[in-house]
């Protein structure tokens, strides 16, 4: 009886997608998730929208699902980059687009729009020189406007996309980890799915990004927190998960095994988070 308890539980535990509590290995992606294969394949497209949060036309690179047609409508993942980098650096180092086509393909995920817009909301957003000014850190705050603003309202208006909270995800890596957290958690009527990625200290703390657990409760699908246990900043992916888990909000975090600060990580928590939303 007790082993059948215990066996269980543990299957529980192990189903990916139960909202669970606890610091578990995460699913490790299959050899070639990564790998153009012979499936269909979408579309990776720099489109230009009009920023009056920052008063010029600002840049988001935008994937489109295999097939993407008007007479269907998706969900959409916004998916922010790091301080170092722009819209680009996710395709770059990451290739989200073959990552989703192979997903879509096997039906592990199902059709979305990926937007990766440059994070670092100010006139000049290239990179270069000191990522560490006063002025761009104040940008990665000031990205908060144009993506609710700006560049959501654009999406939506060219693309044939779905408009409610519920298929709406944002997710990110470090500096973007960082403002997911606080996007998400600041605006539980605009995202339903959030997924943090080694975030930065940019990321509020635990008690200011969720002043109420219930209505997190009510509102968000899934909470996904992960950090490489080698990552200097795995405190604030713990410091999150913990006052979630004292306040009974489902998290599903994990500190993975030799896990570091680079697309390795990231590209195995997209895999996993990708599977996991819009369902
Ligand atoms: C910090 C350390 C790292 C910080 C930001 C980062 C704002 C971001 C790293 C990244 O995006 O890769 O102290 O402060």
Aim: proline share 8%; charged share 25%; glycine share 8%.
């Amino acid at each position: 009886m007790n082993r059948v308890l215990i066996a269980s539980v543990l299957a529980l535990l192990l189903i990916p997608g139960t909202m669970v509590y606890g610091q578990e290995t995460p699913p490790v992606p299959p050899e070639g998730f990564d790998r153009v294969a012979d499936v269909p394949h979408g579309a990776i497209q720099l489109v230009t929208y009009p920023s009056k949060t920052v008063g010029v036309d600002r840049r988001a690179v935008v994937y489109t699902p295999p097939g993407y047609s008007k007479e269907q409508k998706y969900p959409v993942l916004y998916l922010l980059h790091g301080i170092g980098g722009t819209e680009w650096e996710w395709v770059h180092g990451g290739h989200p687009e073959i990552i989703l086509d192979n997903l879509i393909a096997e039906k592990k995920a199902v059709p979305m729009v990926v937007v990766m817009p440059n994070g670092r909301a100010m006139k000049d957003d290239r990179v270069g020189g000191n990522p560490f000014t006063r002025e761009r850190i104040e940008a990665f705050a000031t990205f908060e406007r144009d993506l609710l603003d700006d560049l959501i309202p654009y999406i939506e208006k060219n693309f044939s996309v779905l408009t409610d909270k519920d298929n709406r995800a944002i997710a990110g890596l470090s500096m973007g980890g960082g403002q997911t957290l606080n996007f998400g958690f600041g605006h539980l009527d605009t995202f339903a799915w959030i997924g943090s990625f080694s975030a930065a200290p940019n990321s509020k703390k635990p008690e200011e990004l969720v002043p109420d657990p219930e209505a997190v409760k009510k509102n968000v699908k899934l909470i996904w927190i992960s950090c490489g246990d080698n990552d200097n900043l795995i405190h604030i992916s713990k410091r999150t998960y913990e006052y979630l888990k004292e306040n009974d909000v489902p998290c599903q975090f994990f500190a993975t095994p030799g896990g570091r600060h680079d697309f390795r990580e990231w590209k195995a928590n997209l895999y996993n988070f990708a599977q996991l939303i819009f369902k």
